[in-house]
């Protein structure tokens, strides 16, 4: 009727609606970028982990053969 089918109008509104989503699509760089912080403190967690259970380790030790 308006030179154009409803076929056509729906494909037009689904590539229309994909482009503007492509620029909120999250990139594994901003990816990396955003979760950096987070992996140092979960680096420094660790060790501090770590370093708690030796401390109990060398408790437990001192108090059986100590």
Known sequence: M????RAQAEREA???AIAE????LITRKDLEIALAP???DL??????VGLVIA????QIMK????
């Open 14 to 16: 689904v590539v229309r």
């Open 38 to 40: 987070l992996k140092t």
């Open 55 to 58: 401390g109990v380790a060398a």
């Open 2 to 5: 308006f030179g154009i089918d």
């Open 63 to 66: 108090a059986f053969f100590g």
């Open 43 to 48: 680096a420094l967690l660790k060790w501090g």
């Open 21 to 24: 989503a492509q620029g909120e």
